[in-house]
């Protein structure tokens, strides 16, 4: 006698937003990491399964220098791994992150960067030269209790507005 089956929710590590150039350009947004969610998922017991929780990635903060986000870190329940989520994009392309599941950052408008893309959709398209982008939606899992947004996408940042990010996870 023992579990046999067990229900799970697996999020990638998001990616860290990227670092922007000495006011004059500025950061995109770090992407979602994938997420996996099932019901019923077979075990064995008395087995011991590997879980791997996988970091976030780091934004580095260098002033007057531009660089990338670093990329999360997979995660693991046993043989199930999502991916992470891309870094945010350097201050000449502006374009945010993609994420674990392969949704596109936004890109950048003028000196305003896009938002990382979400594992439930791409990452926002700055409106203009001074707003940020919004991160993409996540994913919404009731697993904990209460509905939550997981792998979403952070916002780019602008001169006068940043995007608005969306679930973490």
Excluded at 44 to 71: E, Q, R, S
Aim: net charge negative; proline share 2%; aromatic share 4%.
């Amino acid at each position: 006698i023992g579990v046999t089956q067990v229900e799970y929710l697996i999020v990638g590590g998001g990616g860290g937003g990227s670092v922007g150039k000495t006011a004059t350009y500025y950061g995109s947004g770090g992407a979602g990491g994938e997420v996996k969610t099932a019901t019923g998922e077979a075990v064995t017991p008395g087995t011991t399964y590997t879980i791997t929780v996988g970091a976030g990635g780091t934004a580095l903060a260098i002033d007057g220098i531009d660089l990338d986000g670093n990329a999360g870190n997979s995660s693991s329940f046993g043989a199930i791994s999502t991916s992470s989520g891309g870094g945010g994009g350097l201050y000449n392309t502006g374009a945010g992150g993609t994420s674990g599941n392969s949704n596109a950052g936004g890109a950048a408008n003028g000196s305003a960067a896009g938002g990382g893309g979400g594992n439930g959709g791409t990452g926002g398209a700055a409106p203009n030269s001074t707003t940020g982008g919004a991160g993409g939606n996540g994913t919404t899992s009731s697993i904990s209790g209460p509905s939550l947004s997981y792998g979403g996408g952070g916002g780019g940042t602008g001169s006068s507005t940043g995007g608005t990010g969306t679930g973490g996870g």
